[in-house]
């Protein structure tokens, strides 16, 4: 198997939303996207695979080692092996790489977070320096587009932390700010409990859960519009794939919102069809 076989495999294997929008790339862009989006999977899944902390940490020490070794010239990873051909086209930098193992180092250390702005610092590593790479892929040419890219990294994320957050608390993480449980009186200990906690009032919690939930996906939504206010105009016709995304990420955050106490319960989706005709709109249409 070729370094970019691997890299198509384990971008493809994901199920993730943006494997959708990578399919209308030409062929140069998509392999260099794809190379990076199985970078950014092979270091995640250390946290969310390796239960063992100590092991964890071994493995982002060698990714850091294995980052700064493709950068001189001798990649060993099939993922790096993929990306390093297109660093030099796109602008990809060492630095972009190793803030997203610094955004899973974290991962490894914290599972709070008091308030927005520290959770924002978390985002803004493992999802703003990857919208970032993807707008320089995709095509960038605008100053710009990278406040663009930072901004609808953060709505990704956001979107992706509302709707992991019964899957995040049966790993005993919680995303959602601690200050903003504390504004809606939702207890640690009732959301790692996923509302069933014994002798809890159902009813209340779901009444305090919901708002809670309306509040984060008011938030998201709006940083969706803002993150799309930011995109120029010169930009817009490069950064579909981006725009695909957005489509689909914010059709599943639309979604969640008719009903956030689904995420207690289950992985709100949306069907591979559905996804596809979102992104194909998009290329089609030129916007969301």
Aim: charged share 20%; with cysteine; aromatic share 10%.
């Amino acid at each position: 198997m070729t370094a970019q076989d691997y890299a198509q495999q384990k971008a493809a294997a994901s199920g993730s939303s943006f494997y959708y929008a990578f399919l209308f790339l030409p062929a140069d862009r998509r392999a260099a996207i794809t190379a990076f989006y199985a970078f950014c999977r092979e270091v995640d899944d250390v946290v969310d695979e390796v239960g063992d902390p100590a092991l964890a940490q071994t493995r982002l020490a060698w990714w850091r080692r294995e980052v700064a070794q493709a950068f001189a010239g001798a990649p060993q990873h099939p993922a790096l092996r993929a990306l390093l051909p297109h660093c030099g086209t796109y602008g990809i930098e060492a630095r972009h790489l190793l803030a997203v193992i610094d955004g899973c180092q974290m991962d490894l250390e914290q599972n709070r977070y008091l308030d927005f702005a520290q959770l924002q610092r978390y985002c803004q590593l493992v999802a703003g320096v990857v919208g970032e790479v993807a707008a320089r892929i995709f095509g960038q040419t605008q100053a710009q587009t990278t406040a663009y890219a930072h901004r609808l990294g953060l709505a990704f994320q956001l979107t992706n932390i509302i709707r992991d957050v019964g899957e995040d608390a049966t790993r005993g993480r919680i995303y959602l700010p601690l200050s903003e449980l504390q504004g809606f009186d939702v207890r640690t200990h009732e959301l790692l409990a996923r509302g069933s906690a014994s002798g809890a009032d159902a009813a209340d919690f779901q009444r305090r859960f919901g708002a809670l939930m309306q509040f984060q996906c008011q938030r998201a939504l709006d940083t969706y519009q803002q993150a799309l206010s930011l995109l120029p105009p010169a930009d817009r016709r490069a950064q579909k794939p981006g725009l695909m995304m957005a489509s689909i990420y914010r059709t599943l955050l639309q979604e969640i919102a008719c009903d956030p106490l689904l995420v207690l319960s289950r992985r709100v989706g949306l069907t591979p069809l559905r996804k596809f005709w979102l992104a194909w709109k998009v290329q089609a249409l030129g916007r969301l």
